[in-house]
C-alpha cells in the first residue's frame, strides 16, 4: 500500500507549490516485522542544502511508526551520493536487497524506535 507525501499533513514543507518543494512516497510491506519503505524521495535544485531532504526524511519516519512499522528501508544507486550520504547520516545502514527493484544497487534499513 503506498502513501503518498506530496503536501501530506505529516510533511507540510515538502508539498508541491513550495520553492524548492520535496516529493515522496512510502509504503508498508508486508511480513514481519512491520516495514516501511521510502520510495522516490526527492528535493528539487532550488531547495538542496537546506534541510528540506532531512525533515521529509524525518517526516516519513514518523508516519511509518505512527502506522505501526518498526524498521524502514530504501534503496539506491552508486550515482546519487548525496542521498546515500543523507541516509548514512540518518542512521540508515547498508543492507542485503529486500527487492528487486530498476537500478538500485545499494540498500538500507533502520530499525525505528517507538515514541511514547
Do not use: F
Not at 24 to 44: D, F, I, Q
Amino acid at each position: 500500500m503506498a502513501l503518498p507525501l506530496r503536501g501530506a499533513a505529516d510533511a507540510p514543507s515538502a508539498g508541491r507549490g513550495h520553492r524548492g518543494a520535496a516529493d515522496g512516497t512510502r509504503r508498508l510491506l508486508g511480513g514481519s516485522p512491520r516495514t516501511a519503505e521510502l520510495k522516490r524521495m526527492y528535493v528539487r535544485p532550488a531547495g538542496r542544502g537546506t534541510g528540506l531532504g532531512r525533515g521529509l526524511l524525518l517526516a516519513v519516519e514518523e508516519a511509518a511508526r505512527r502506522l505501526g512499522a518498526v524498521r524502514i528501508v530504501c534503496e539506491s544507486n552508486t550515482q546519487l551520493t548525496v542521498a546515500r550520504a543523507l541516509y548514512t547520516r540518518n542512521g540508515y545502514e547498508e543492507t542485503q536487497p529486500y527487492e528487486g527493484h530498476g537500478r538500485a544497487d545499494h540498500w538500507y534499513a533502520k530499525a525505528l524506535a517507538q515514541r511514547d
